[in-house]
């Protein structure tokens, strides 16, 4: 089965109660309804369901991260597809035979983790906000190793790599992404 959005919450809410974890599933639900808008409007509920669905596993089985994930996914009838999908987010973090393939794979893989550190850089302005966010703050954090330490920046660098896009295209891109569901 592929999920509907409404369907997606579900199955993610039977795993993920912390309001962290499910806010991040919701920006980057957001962020891949963005790029889908540009990419692939005819699967925008395909893409968003893969951002919703991409950590299903994290806040229960952080050790086994994508491989738990896919066992859950299996579990709810999920299509391969969007095991497919969901789970190339993790390639060469974890052992994950899913390699991210297509151009929503890619952006999955780069914006992940980009999200986070994104976000980390907007609560500590002062308008708490992407909408005045821009590229040479998120860039001086992205500098500092020790800010948001969680958010690989190697992972957010073999992202724009496997996209293509320089590394500040990417970051702009994304920042762009996330003030169209800022207050969601």
Request: negative net charge; glycine residues 6%; contains cysteine.
């Amino acid at each position: 089965m592929i999920p509907t959005t409404e369907q997606a919450i579900a199955i993610l809410q039977k795993y993920n109660k912390e309001p962290f974890h499910l806010h991040h599933a919701n920006v980057v639900r957001g962020v891949m309804r963005y790029f889908a808008a540009e990419y692939d409007p005819e699967r925008m509920e395909f893409w968003s369901v893969c951002g919703l669905l991409h950590d299903i596993d994290f806040e229960e089985y952080p050790e086994q991260h994508c491989l738990k994930g896919e066992e859950l996914l299996r579990e709810n009838d999920v299509d391969e597809c969007i095991i497919h999908a969901t789970m190339s987010h993790g390639f060469g973090l974890v052992p994950t035979p899913h390699k991210p393939e297509h151009i929503m794979e890619k952006i999955l893989f780069a914006t992940d983790e980009l999200t986070g550190l994104i976000g980390a850089v907007a609560i500590m302005r002062p308008s708490k906000s992407v909408q005045d966010l821009e590229l040479k703050s998120v860039k001086k954090k992205y500098k500092d190793k020790k800010f948001a330490a969680g958010c690989s920046r190697e992972v957010i660098e073999r992202g724009a790599d496997l996209l293509g896009w320089e590394l500040d295209e990417l970051i702009e891109r994304t920042i762009l992404a996330m003030r169209t569901i800022e207050g969601l």
